[in-house]
């Protein structure tokens, strides 16, 4: 299974639904950094890591939506750097 076909099928809880992708990873970042530093009681690192399970699950699901966007905008509309190089040098050469 590819890193994508991982991400698609990941479930997010509705609770996490409702945070933008910027929320989340801050509410992730504090998670990991309170963990780090060992300042949560067993059972509150226990909670801290499943809720930074779902969090991280809703960031690689938003991500991936945003990577799906992209992709409908680029078809069609962007070409590869070195075509555009060679129109502009060959545009050049027949004047």
Do not use: I
């Not at 076909?5 to 509410?27: K, R, W």
């Not at 226990?46 to 966007?69: N, P």
């Amino acid at each position: 299974m590819t890193k994508k076909q991982a991400t698609a099928n990941l479930s997010v809880p509705a609770h996490v639904e409702g945070l933008s992708f910027e929320a989340a990873m801050a509410e992730l970042n504090q998670l990991v950094a309170s963990m780090e530093a060992g300042e949560l009681p067993l059972e509150a690192s226990v909670s801290a890591y499943q809720r930074g399970s779902e969090l991280v699950k809703y960031c690689a699901s938003q991500l991936e939506k945003v990577e799906q966007q992209v992709k409908v905008l680029e078809a069609g509309m962007l070409k590869p750097f070195a075509d555009s190089g060679n129109q502009g040098s060959n545009a050049g050469n027949e004047e």
